[in-house]
């Protein structure tokens, strides 16, 4: 069969190798091709605000540190004294965080200081009450210190005007503290996405309810759901949709009108109730359907009016790897971010692998450190696409390229850790 990717020719001569499925890499760039941040943005509580994206760069209104503040707790003093030290200094007065001192403090005398309290007008410099002689009311001072010591300037940490967070920055417990360190309490970000989500086949039943026989658990909804949760998007929950055409026309339809995104598992394979591609050739178009992966290689991707398609496969394990691997960036891109970097290194593998060359894999693997730091790993043991069992105790995919064949044990391997 001719492929109709031409950088496929190269790889035509391989075992696993099917002509119409798309590479990895090529199927990612593919998709990135066709997405653009969401249009609207809304101002929300920055208490709100955790998982959203920034859609505007964040300016400080103000200077951090906002005045001069103490650093430690100790002695406000002129440097002029500390020039002249080892000195004598009357103490006037205390200034504690959030209630200064209000006089002024002139040579020779100096102020009590806790931390966070403003420096009081007159002095430039702290001095730790560890290197004071208290007596009386007054403090001895030794040699050794430096002007403008233990004080934290105005703008020191931000100047006002000054670029704070960038649009497209993921709002982060960090980034809400931050936001609020500035004086904001509400923040301008890309509407929610909303992702319409529904599981296809008949065999499919909800947990909580006894399986009849040739029945199994609809696990995919919920690893779906998990991994849509952390994203912070908009979740249309649809369910469970039959393997009947007519009903699956009018899901993909009701989704399309009323989300950004729409995700299904099922039912995009070659089988006689696989109807999925078709009908997003009937009412969409298909970029591709096919990827040169394992596991995963069904994978629709396409689109309904403007709305994307990611049509994932049935086995629960290539949902989580297909999600992982295209669908979360996707999602990430419209949501207004950058697609993250995916972190990958090499690790040592310590068990052999059976791999046939013509498709990506992406086993599931356990790493760890030996005794010397290096990073070992082992796969979680038999790789079929329906033990879910293997993504929870996995801590990282082992990343097998598409040309790779069996690997003995010893031999270096690519991970990405979870
Ligand atoms: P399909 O792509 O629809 O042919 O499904 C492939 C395999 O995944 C079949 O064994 C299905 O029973 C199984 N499967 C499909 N959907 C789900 C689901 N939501 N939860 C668990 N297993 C599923
Ligand atoms: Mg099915």
């Given at each position: 069969?001719?492929?109709?990717?031409?950088?496929?020719?190269?790889?035509?001569?391989?075992?696993?190798?099917?002509?119409?499925?798309?590479?990895?890499?090529?199927?990612?760039?593919?998709?990135?091709?066709?997405?653009?941040?969401?249009?609207?943005?809304?101002?929300?509580?920055?208490?709100?605000?955790?998982?959203?994206?920034?859609?505007?760069?964040?300016?400080?209104?103000?200077?951090?540190?906002?005045?001069?503040?103490?650093?430690?707790?100790?002695?406000?003093?002129?440097?002029?004294?500390?020039?002249?030290?080892?000195?004598?200094?009357?103490?006037?007065?205390?200034?504690?965080?959030?209630?200064?001192?209000?006089?002024?403090?002139?040579?020779?005398?100096?102020?009590?200081?806790?931390?966070?309290?403003?420096?009081?007008?007159?002095?430039?410099?702290?001095?730790?009450?560890?290197?004071?002689?208290?007596?009386?009311?007054?403090?001895?001072?030794?040699?050794?210190?430096?002007?403008?010591?233990?004080?934290?300037?105005?703008?020191?940490?931000?100047?006002?005007?000054?670029?704070?967070?960038?649009?497209?920055?993921?709002?982060?417990?960090?980034?809400?503290?931050?936001?609020?360190?500035?004086?904001?309490?509400?923040?301008?970000?890309?509407?929610?996405?909303?992702?319409?989500?529904?599981?296809?086949?008949?065999?499919?039943?909800?947990?909580?309810?006894?399986?009849?026989?040739?029945?199994?658990?609809?696990?995919?909804?919920?690893?779906?759901?998990?991994?849509?949760?952390?994203?912070?998007?908009?979740?249309?929950?649809?369910?469970?949709?039959?393997?009947?055409?007519?009903?699956?026309?009018?899901?993909?339809?009701?989704?399309?009108?009323?989300?950004?995104?729409?995700?299904?598992?099922?039912?995009?394979?070659?089988?006689?109730?696989?109807?999925?591609?078709?009908?997003?050739?009937?009412?969409?178009?298909?970029?591709?359907?096919?990827?040169?992966?394992?596991?995963?290689?069904?994978?629709?991707?396409?689109?309904?009016?403007?709305?994307?398609?990611?049509?994932?496969?049935?086995?629960?394990?290539?949902?989580?790897?297909?999600?992982?691997?295209?669908?979360?960036?996707?999602?990430?891109v419209l949501m207004g971010q950058q697609p993250k970097l995916i972190l990958e290194f090499q690790a040592t593998c310590i068990s052999p692998i059976r791999k046939a060359p013509g498709r990506t894999e992406f086993q599931r693997g356990i790493l760890s450190q030996d005794k010397n730091g290096g990073w070992i790993v082992h796969t979680t043991g038999a790789?079929?696409?329906?033990?879910?069992?293997?993504?929870?105790?996995?801590?990282?995919?082992?990343?097998?390229?598409?040309?790779?064949?069996?690997?003995?044990?010893?031999?270096?391997?690519?991970?990405?850790?979870?």
């Amino acid at each position: 069969m001719e492929s109709k990717f031409s950088f496929l020719s190269t790889l035509e001569t391989m075992g696993d190798y099917d002509p119409d499925s798309m590479p990895v890499e090529q199927a990612r760039q593919l998709i990135q091709q066709f997405l653009a941040p969401l249009a609207e943005n809304e101002s929300i509580n920055v208490s709100d605000a955790l998982h959203r994206t920034l859609a505007a760069d964040i300016l400080s209104p103000m200077n951090v540190p906002p005045h001069n503040y103490s650093a430690m707790d100790g002695y406000a003093v002129h440097s002029d004294d500390l020039a002249t030290a080892p000195g004598r200094l009357a103490i006037i007065g205390s200034a504690y965080a959030g209630r200064m001192f209000e006089g002024h403090v002139a040579a020779g005398e100096c102020v009590r200081i806790m931390t966070g309290a403003l420096i009081p007008e007159g002095c430039d410099s702290v001095v730790m009450q560890e290197h004071v002689q208290v007596a009386g009311s007054f403090i001895e001072i030794g040699e050794g210190h430096l002007r403008g010591q233990n004080i934290r300037l105005v703008g020191e940490d931000i100047t006002q005007g000054a670029t704070v967070l960038a649009r497209g920055q993921i709002i982060r417990p960090a980034e809400m503290g931050l936001l609020a360190s500035l004086g904001l309490s509400e923040v301008k970000v890309y509407r929610k996405l909303k992702v319409a989500l529904f599981s296809t086949g008949d065999e499919l039943q909800q947990p909580g309810t006894p399986l009849a026989p040739g029945q199994i658990y609809n696990s995919n909804r919920y690893s779906l759901l998990g991994m849509l949760g952390e994203l912070g998007v908009e979740i249309i929950d649809m369910g469970t949709i039959r393997d009947d055409k007519a009903s699956l026309k009018v899901a993909l339809l009701d989704a399309a009108a009323r989300a950004d995104v729409i995700i299904t598992s099922g039912g995009v394979s070659v089988g006689e109730a696989d109807y999925i591609k078709q009908l997003l050739a009937e009412i969409g178009e298909v970029v591709f359907w096919k990827i040169a992966m394992k596991p995963g290689k069904p994978l629709a991707y396409g689109k309904i009016g403007t709305c994307h398609f990611f049509g994932l496969p049935g086995n629960p394990v290539a949902v989580m790897v297909t999600f992982q691997q295209f669908v979360r960036d996707a999602l990430r891109v419209l949501m207004g971010q950058q697609p993250k970097l995916i972190l990958e290194f090499q690790a040592t593998c310590i068990s052999p692998i059976r791999k046939a060359p013509g498709r990506t894999e992406f086993q599931r693997g356990i790493l760890s450190q030996d005794k010397n730091g290096g990073w070992i790993v082992h796969t979680t043991g038999a790789q079929c696409s329906g033990i879910l069992s293997s993504m929870s105790k996995a801590n990282c995919f082992i990343v097998l390229p598409v040309s790779q064949g069996n690997i003995e044990a010893g031999s270096a391997v690519r991970v990405q850790p979870f």
